[in-house]
């Protein structure tokens, strides 16, 4: 396991400067290939994790994610502490907290009960709760279509819980697990929210090799309190198990973040934040695979919140932005 992680630091620096070298990521088309190369990605962690759930419990598959995801960025982090002055420290302690590490154990435990489908529908609130945070907190002022967008959104929410909920003998149990994921999304949004207004003028490499140190410890000491090691070696699966876990880690967390903030670099924060759209159809895709139970109504529902979300991101600025307008 240890020889496996070594090389996922070396890999991680040869993606690293592929995506800033040789994409060529001021031409349109490129940008519009990454963004959905990162659709595919982040679409794809739900049935990883639950890949991961069929061996190891929800608090280790947690803590596999984020402590691995650490060291795949570790070759970043002695430079990024020379750089990032000391007052934005405990901000970059928020979007460890925030952005990565409470998530992580949410998304895990709903999953237990969730479907790796339904869990990606759920994960589309985000943007809906990063306006509503960046007004309660930062003061934002959102025009009446944005507001809309946020109303919208939540009947989306509403209509896929209830419904989610009725699919399960247990639906009061169902839409407590919907409320993980839930709350995973509002932290999500805390954590936007921290590095749009608190974290602007710092590098977003920084940022995230940061992030990540800052959990690294908690991290660390949790991977073997919930015994890895010993269900690594114990169950007769876990090595098959423990793949689908790395390649959630190293491309699903740290390698897409890194080519998420260098989309964000090379085009705007508006167009790598479409990608919020394409995610909960590649997690669609992957469920209808995995043959689970999915119907109609939850799919107009998922549509109903990224209708939501389209509204809360469509302005004329967003529109020449995205290339859409005349």
């Known amino acids: 396991m240890f020889k496996i992680l070594s090389n996922i630091r070396i890999n991680t620096i040869t993606f690293v400067a592929l995506f800033r070298y040789n994409m060529g990521f001021q031409s349109k088309l490129s940008q519009w290939m990454i963004l959905f190369l990162l659709a595919f990605i982040w679409g794809s962690s739900f049935i990883l994790m639950k890949r ?14 984020m402590f691995v995801a650490f060291l795949a960025l570790l070759p970043f982090v002695f430079k990024a502490i020379k750089r990032v002055p000391k007052d934005k420290w405990l901000y970059i302690l928020g979007v460890g907290l925030f952005g990565n590490g409470i998530p992580a154990f949410l998304f895990t435990k709903a999953q237990t009960e969730l479907s790796s489908s339904l869990t990606g529908m759920l994960n589309s609130l985000v943007p809906i709760f990063t306006l509503i945070i960046g007004f309660l907190i930062f003061h934002t002022r959102p025009n009446f279509t ?13 209509g896929l819980i209830y419904f989610s909920g009725e699919n399960s003998s247990d639906t009061s ?50 991977f073997f309190y919930f015994k890895v090691p010993q269900t690594t070696l114990e169950h007769p699966q876990a090595i098959q198990a423990l793949y689908y876990l790395l390649i959630l880690s190293v491309i699903g967390t740290a390698f897409a973040v890194i080519i998420f903030n260098v989309l964000i670099k090379h085009s705007s924060a508006l167009f790598a934040s479409s990608v919020t759209y394409i995610i909960p159809i590649v997690a669609l895709f992957w469920g ?23 509204l809360i991101n469509t302005t004329k600025q967003n529109n020449k932005e995205l290339g859409l307008s005349k």
């Open 52 to 65: 991961g759930l069929e061996v190891y419990n929800y608090w280790q598959v947690a803590v596999i994610r």
């Open 146 to 158: 944005k507001i809309a967008g946020v109303f919208l959104g939540f009947i989306g929410a509403a």
């Open 173 to 222: 149990g169902n839409i407590l697990y919907t409320l993980y994921v839930i709350a995973a999304t509002v932290c999500y949004a805390i954590s936007l929210n921290i590095i749009k207004y608190r974290l602007s003028s710092v590098n977003s490499m920084d940022i995230t090799a940061l992030a990540f140190t800052s959990i690294a410890l908690p991290m660390a000491i949790l």
């Open 288 to 310: 209808i695979i995995d043959n689970e139970s999915i119907n109609v109504i939850q799919i107009l529902f998922m549509f109903i919140i990224l209708s939501g979300v389209y």
